[in-house]
């Protein structure tokens, strides 16, 4: 059984940082490409990043371009997120997702991020 577990969510103020995490199992995950996508209250779904499955190629939206590193450790099986220059607007629900082109077949169950004075 996938599964994609989260953590590293928190309060946060503006202009800081926080390292999401996810730890995956039952598949292989070093031959998977791994995706971030958020969710802002009341608002749809947003694509993040993307990582393939040896690390070597990334991509980011504008929204978090040179702010937000993805990154893995395939001996963890462990996805992460590095979030630095945090704004409210980055306040959202983030989701950890496999990226199986064209999908993202399995997703976690998300961790909260509240970027607020």
């Known amino acids: 059984e996938v599964q994609l577990v989260e953590s590293g969510g928190g309060l946060v103020q503006p202009g800081g940082s926080l390292r999401l995490s996810c730890v995956a199992s039952?598949?292989?995950?070093?031959?998977?490409?791994m995706s971030w996508v958020r969710q802002a209250p009341g608002k749809g779904l947003e694509w993040i990043s993307t990582?393939?499955?040896?690390?070597?190629?990334?991509s980011h939206a504008d929204s978090v371009k040179g702010r937000f590193t993805v990154s893995r450790d395939n001996a963890k099986s462990t996805l992460y997120l590095q979030m630095n220059s945090l704004k409210p607007e980055d306040t959202a629900v983030y989701y950890c997702t496999k990226y199986n082109y064209p999908d993202m077949d399995y997703w976690g169950k998300g961790t909260l991020v509240t970027v607020s004075s």
């Open positions: 039952g598949f292989t995950f070093s031959t998977q490409a």
């Open positions: 990582v393939n499955s040896d690390a070597s190629l990334s």
